[in-house]
Structure formats: C-alpha cells, structure tokens
C-alpha cells in the first residue's frame, strides 16, 4: 500500500458523541441519572469510574455514584443494584468491573433491569442483540461503529474479522456487525494460522488483550484495521496491533491511544440518555 493511511479520530468523534448525548439529555423533563457502583479501591476502576462521573456531569446529567469497601459481600453489594433498580431517579446503572475475586460479577450484573443495562452486559442484553432486537449495547464494541459511521464506512457485505470472542468486546462486536450486514469471522486463542485469517478482512477488529499482536502479515493491503487493545508500557498507551508495521498496509487504521478508547465513555453518555427514554 503506498502512501499514509487515514487514522482515525476516536477524540473528535467522542467529542461529537458526548455533544449529541448533552443536548438530548437537555431536552428531557427529568435529566438522566447515572449511577456507577464500585466497589474496593483499585486504582485503573477508579480512574475510569471518575473519567465516567466527570463526563456524564458535563452532559447535564445526575451523577448517581455509590463506593462500597473491598469488604462488601455479595448480599451487600446485590442490596445496593437493587435499590438502584427500584429508584426512578437512576435511569442508568453501570457495575465497574473487576469486582474484588470474592464477588460474583455474573450474578449481580443480572440484577440490573435491562432498561438501566447501560452498559450492556446483562444476558437479556445480549440475548437481544444476539437475536438482532432493539436494546442497550456494550459501549466499547458500539463506539467502534460510531467510529467507522463517523467516517462513513460502508459495512454492508464487507469482510469483518473479530480477533477476540470476550463478552465485553468480541461476541457483542461481531453481533453489532453482522447486524450492520458484514459478513463475519470470530477469531480466538484455538484459532489456526490467525495471519491468513485476518488477511480476508475488509474490516479487521482486534480485542485480544496482547500487545502487538497483529502485524502487517496479518493485514490486507487497503484493509480497516480498530485496534480495541490498551496495554500499559513505560512511554505511554500501546494496543494490540503494531502500529508501526500496520499502518505501512492498512488503508485506515485506530491509533492507540486516540482510537477506541475516547468513544467508550462517550458511548456509556448516550446508552445512559437512550436509557432515560425506556424508564
Ligand atoms: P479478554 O476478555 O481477555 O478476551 C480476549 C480474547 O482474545 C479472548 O477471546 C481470547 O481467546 C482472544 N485471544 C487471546 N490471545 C489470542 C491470540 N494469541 N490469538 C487470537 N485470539 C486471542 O479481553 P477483552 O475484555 O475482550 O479486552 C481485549 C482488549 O481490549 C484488552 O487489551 C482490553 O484492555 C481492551 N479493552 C479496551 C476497551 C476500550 O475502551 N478501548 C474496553 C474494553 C477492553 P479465548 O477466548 O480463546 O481465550
């Protein structure tokens, strides 16, 4: 491929995103309350629960937040989802995850009613989009499409290759796209010779969690490649593509960071605001 690939804007376009939530949100009778529980005192869950307060009070909307100690056991932390469901004040509930090991995440993440899933984790969520019916989608996999809406990618019959089948990315991504009529392939650790798979990609989307992953031989010349991937290395922010190899074959490609990441905030903004209308 010769000469520099189109690299994507994932902070304007988040910018957009969070513009478009705050001016919907002003037109509600009753602003959208969002409420993020976390619980115990990890660092990176505190950094982004505060990222997600800081954004959605700069929509206008309710920050709803509640902090329970390390300490909390299941029943205690399953009381406060349930007050939250029940409370008509909260119209968006987002449990940030990892919980500590001691808790079951499974079983209090489906004790939030699916109208306040903003974050799209609950099985009636996934379930519905599984099934291609209207719900609440995952905010990291539904800011990659805002991405390549942003820039008026044509999904439609593409060729999509999903590196990555987690249920936080890869399966609700590859879901969101065969929605969008791509034509999907789902990659994963068991997958043999990942190089030639991911070369068929029109669209390649990498979530695997490992640093530098994919190479250029992993790449068509021309391709679109979203690197969903954020490893932190001593010089900063690095995704799970080789950036430097990649983007001498891809025709578009995400930049880590600048990408992916600025969109999934900005995605929670406006799940949190479609919520508002279903409560
Ligand atoms: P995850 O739960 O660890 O899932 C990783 C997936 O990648 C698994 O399905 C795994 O396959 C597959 N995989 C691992 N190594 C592979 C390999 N060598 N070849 C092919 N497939 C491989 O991770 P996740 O939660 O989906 O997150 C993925 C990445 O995205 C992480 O770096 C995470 O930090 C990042 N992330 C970013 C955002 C954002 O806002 N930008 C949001 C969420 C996550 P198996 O199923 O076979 O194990």
Partial sequence: MSGAPVVLDGRAVAREVRAKAAAEAATLTRPPGLATILVGDDL????YVRNKRRECVAA???DLHRHLPASAGQAEVAAVVDELAADPEVTGILLQLPLPAHLDPVALIERIPPHKDVDGLTSASAGRLALGRPGLRPCTPSGVLALLDAYGHDLSGAEAVVVGRSELVGRPMAALLLERDATVTICHSRTRDLPAVCRRADLLVVAAGRPGLIRA???????????????RHPDGLRGDVDFPSVSRVAGVISPVPGG????????LLANTVAAAHLT
């Fill in 44 to 47: 990176a869950s505190a950094v």
């Fill in 60 to 62: 206008g909307m309710l």
């Fill in 217 to 231: 031989d992993a790449v068509r010349p021309g391709a679109t490649v979203i690197d969903v991937g954020i490893h």
């Fill in 260 to 267: 992916v990441g600025p969109m999934t905030i900005a995605m």
